[in-house]
Structure formats: C-alpha cells, structure tokens
C-alpha cells in the first residue's frame, strides 16, 4: 500500500482536517456541560483546544479519560471525572470491555450522576461516582489460555450468531467465559477477517 508523502504526525494530521478555531468557537457557545468521552488517541489531539478555551468554558468540560491522564494539562485533568477499572469489576452496574470503557463512564454519569446533579460543579459530581464506586468490587483479573489465530477464529465463528457479530460482545465472551487471551490489536485483526469471511452482522 503507497503511503502519503511527506509523513504528518496525528496532530499535523488532525489540524489539517479540523478548524481548530471553529470547534473552539462552537464549543463556547455551547450552553450546558459538554462532555468528552474519546479514546486516548484523538482526546490528545482535542488538548490543544480545550486548553484554549475559557475559564468559563472549561469549567463546563467533564472529561472521561480514564485512570491514565497524563496527556492532559493540570487545568484539564481538574475536569476529569474519577471512573477506574471498578467500572469493569463485579458490582458494576454498567460493565464491557476496556475499549469502551470511557463511552460507559458517559452513559453512567449522563444517567445517574446528572440526573441527581444535573449543574452542580465538577467537585461535587465527582464526590459522588466516587461515593458510588466504593461500593464496586475491582475485577478478579485471571491469565487467559493462550491460542493460536487459527483457534481463536474458530471460537469467534462459534458464538458469532448469539453476540450479533458485535466485537464488544465477541471480546467479553472470548475473555470471561472461555478465559482466553487476546490483545485488543490482535483481536480486532482476527474478527475482522472472520467478519471478511461473509459472516452475518
């Protein structure tokens, strides 16, 4: 595959695309909170403008990230809500995999903690997932068994039917109940070549 040349970093690339100053704009006028849930990758690209914006506005900012903030300012991580693996554990109410854990940290802010303190500051929404989440047992993290590709893909033909083909529900299956290992990078390969296969969706 020809690559384009010169090479762009993700931020060279990102700013070529979006009009960083229109997103800035529109998210100032923005009334209400304004909540980010994003992977890693592409809320690195968003500091830029959040670190930008007004005091105002980032005061508005509810960030879902994650227990790693280190790409964040200090001004930044102040927005962060404190949602950790307790939201994978056994008493969450709201569990999945890690690769959508901030979009389930959204829904259970957006339902449960808005819904009591729906303008309250961050300070006080953020005492209250944590008043939540002590009651939430970590995960009892075990060693899969390890498998080939060729395995592994044929335990994704086996329940692909049941989960809908749904990479989320195909992960959790493969982890937690037939305790097999598989990196996410790994797995997204291999379901999707199942998935090239003509597998129903």
């Known amino acids: 595959m020809d690559r384009i040349t010169p090479s762009a970093s993700a931020a060279e690339w990102w700013r070529t695309l979006v009009d960083q100053d229109a997103v800035r704009g529109t998210l100032r006028l923005v009334n209400g909170l304004i909540l980010i849930a994003v992977g890693p990758a592409y809320l690195k690209m968003l500091v830029p403008i959040l670190s930008d914006l007004p005091e105002e506005t980032i005061d508005r900012l509810r960030i879902f990230v994650g227990p790693d903030v280190s790409m964040l300012s200090e001004r930044l991580v102040a927005q962060t809500l404190p949602y950790d693996n307790r939201l994978d ?12 854990f901030v979009s389930r940290a959204l829904r259970h802010f957006a339902t449960i ?6 303008t309250a500051p961050i300070a006080k929404q953020a005492k209250h997932v944590e008043e939540l989440s002590r009651h939430w ?8 068994a390890r498998r080939s590709d060729a395995e592994i893909k044929s335990l994704l033909r086996q329940h692909w039917d049941r989960t809908g083909g749904l990479s989320t529900k195909l992960l959790r299956v493969l982890r937690d109940e037939l305790s097999v290992a598989c990196e996410q990078k790994r797995f997204s390969r291999l379901a999707s070549e199942v998935r090239s296969e003509g597998m129903s969706v």
């Open 113 to 118: 903690v808005m819904h009591q303190y729906p």
């Open 89 to 100: 554990g056994p008493d969450s109410p709201i569990r999945g995999t890690k690769i959508d």
């Open 137 to 144: 047992g970590r995960p009892n993290v075990r060693p899969g």
